[in-house]
Structures are given as C-alpha cells and as structure tokens.
Antibody, heavy 117, light 109 residues
C-alpha cells in the first residue's frame, strides 16, 4: 500500500528554523517526484516545489524560491521541507504528494505549522 | 506571474450535471498542461480525481470525468451526489513548475 506519512504539528516562534518530513512507503521511492503544497488558513492550495529523490533534482515555484528548501534522504525514503527563519505568514497546513508523468496521486495527511510569538 | 482561474462557486442539484473549468492566463489549456483535478473536503487532505486531462485513478467514481473544452480544462460531474459537495482544485503544468487554480466551492442543494 502506497503511503506518505508526514511529521506532526509544529508550533514555533518567528525567526526559528524548522524542518518537516514526508516518508514514503509501499513503492519505489526514487522513481517518483515528491511535491510540497501549502494551504494557508481558509485559503486554496499553492504549489511550492518538487524534488526527484533519484538524483535530488529540485524545482521551486517562483513564489517560494529562496523562502524554503526542499531536500531528500533517499536512504530513509524521506523528503523534507525546511525554513531557516520562520515568519507568522508561514502559518499553514503543508502537504506532500507523490507525482510522476503528470500524475499527482497519493498525498500525505498534512502537517500544520503554526508560527506565533 | 501565471494565474490559473476557476469558478469561485457553483451550485448543483442532486442528480444533476455540472462542469467546472480551469483557465490559464497564458492562453488556451491543452493536454500538454497535464491537467490534474483534486477534491478537498473540510479538514481533509486533497484527494486526486483526474490526471493528464481525463485519466481516472482507481478510486475515482465513474461520475467524474475530465476533458479540455473551449481552451480550458474541465471537470464534469454527472449524477451529482450529496457527498460531492466539496472544494475542487485544478493543477496545470508549465514546463518546470505547476500552478493550482484558486478552487471551486461546489454546493449540492
């Protein structure tokens, strides 16, 4: 069974760093891209970027380039999304999703990040 | 900045048919944009419905279908059920990146 399991909810202060994870199982992790999607409270989905675990090829939305870093550790089938200095506006639910050949199929359960002083 | 536009809201009666559309600010949407469609209910993660314009996942109900219509990607629901009330999002491919539409809130009334 294909599964993407994300790390738990986080509460952080502005300026702190954070790294959230997305662990894939039930399929060949290095054969599918992993994408990250933001959903701010009460708002729509925003595509942030994707990474190919096979060679760490990474693409970012212009809106998120330089704001976050997407990485992967294929030895443990896990993709990451990280911030070096969080802002209150980073408060959102973050989802990971598997994709290949134009097909986004399986999604993680989401990770809620709350940034508040 | 590329913008993908969907109807903000639509209302349909149970058993009826409704078509949601997805337009690109760059011009006509074709199969080369690999349109994906997702359903999201409150408090839940998005669920994939359609990929590459018209392909269904194994879990996608038969009443959902995808197409390209008049330069837009389209999602048609035929024989709408009460449980289809949800937010629907399209996702389009732009060479190296993807962009979501703003979503359509579908009300079944």
């Amino acid at each position: 069974e294909v599964q993407l399991v994300q790390s738990g909810a986080e509460v952080k202060k502005p300026g702190e760093s954070l790294k959230i994870s997305c662990k894939g199982s039930g399929y060949s992790f290095t054969s599918y891209w992993i994408g990250w999607v933001r959903q701010m409270p009460g708002k729509g989905l925003e595509w942030m970027g994707i990474i190919y675990p096979g060679d760490s090829d990474t693409r970012y939305s212009p809106s998120f380039q330089g704001q976050v870093t997407i990485s992967v550790d294929k030895s443990i089938s896990t993709a990451y999304l990280q911030w070096s200095s969080l802002k209150a506006s980073d408060t959102a639910m973050y989802y990971c999703a598997r994709t290949a050949a134009g097909n986004y199929d399986y999604w993680g359960q989401g990770a809620l990040v709350t940034v508040s002083s | 900045q590329t913008v993908v536009t969907q109807e903000p809201s639509l209302t349909v009666s149970p058993g009826g048919t409704v078509t949601l559309t997805c337009a690109s600010s760059t011009g006509a949407v074709t199969s080369g944009y690999y349109p994906n469609w997702f359903q999201q209910k409150p408090g839940q993660a998005p669920r994939a419905l359609i990929y590459s314009t018209s392909n269904k996942h194994s879990w996608t109900p038969a009443r959902f279908s995808g197409s390209v219509l008049g330069g837009k990607a389209a999602l048609t629901l035929s024989g709408v059920q009460p449980e289809d009330e949800a937010e629907y999002y399209c996702l389009l491919y732009y060479g190296t990146t993807w962009v979501f539409g703003g979503g359509t809130k579908l009300t079944v009334l």
